[in-house]
């Protein structure tokens, strides 16, 4: 948001607070997050306002984390069929509409109440928080250890029957990624991949834990 009456600095911290809000526009919002690559001075603005909004968390309950792992492997891992030319080209074109349909539904969908979400498996000692609010979301690793040199973790997003959203790597203990437009029942997935992520977009290695984002 620009206004003349409004001293430049003045603005910088509107834009900042808006940003962490998640109420900008999306060629605002992407236009911001390249600016916080650029400006220190603005991106320290923005850690402030995380900072001074962080509270607005501290009221989201646990949640028990159900053991998607089994579904979710069945769904990213199917037993390979042989199809026939013809059937691989329609395929490919099914998969690429599925995620033009998603970044649609992504962009389209207004803001949603706080979601929070429990990533666990029983067979894993990795376990994340998740909690998003007004297109932001705020993942936490609450035990396991980080990824090192060997391999990465990387974050996913499933919207029903969809293919995986990468959502890009967890490198931190807290990380925050712009989310909008997200409903309930979608699914959070963490897999372990080579370093630097996945090479096609899709998950390669095994899924480590998962979580569905309810309401809190």
Do not use: K
Not at 148 to 154: Q, S, V
């Amino acid at each position: 948001m620009t206004d003349p009456m409004i001293p430049p600095r003045d603005q910088d911290d509107l834009l900042a607070a808006e940003y962490v809000l998640g109420v900008l526009a999306l060629p605002e919002r992407l236009a911001t997050q390249t600016r916080l690559r650029n400006d220190a001075v603005f991106a320290a603005r923005v850690t402030a306002w995380e900072q001074r909004l962080s509270g607005l968390n501290d009221d989201c309950a646990e949640a028990p984390a159900p053991n998607l792992l089994p579904q979710i492997e069945a769904r990213l891992f199917p037993t390979p069929v042989r199809r026939s030319r013809l059937g691989s080209l329609w395929a490919w074109g099914t998969s690429a509409a599925a995620a033009v349909a998603v970044v649609a539904y992504l962009a389209l969908t207004p803001a949603t109440p706080s979601l929070i979400a429990t990533l666990a498996a029983d067979t894993a000692p990795l376990r994340f928080e998740a909690v998003l609010t007004n297109g932001r979301l705020i993942l936490t690793r609450t035990a396991g250890a980080p990824a090192d040199a060997t391999f990465a973790h990387e974050l996913w997003l499933i919207v029903g029957d969809t293919p995986p959203i990468s959502l890009g790597l967890i490198d931190e203990v807290r990380e925050t990624i712009s989310l909008p437009g997200v409903a309930p029942g979608a699914v959070l997935a963490v897999s372990q991949e080579q370093p630097g992520g996945s090479p096609d977009g899709r998950p390669n290695g095994p899924i480590l834990v998962t979580g569905v984002l309810n309401a809190a």
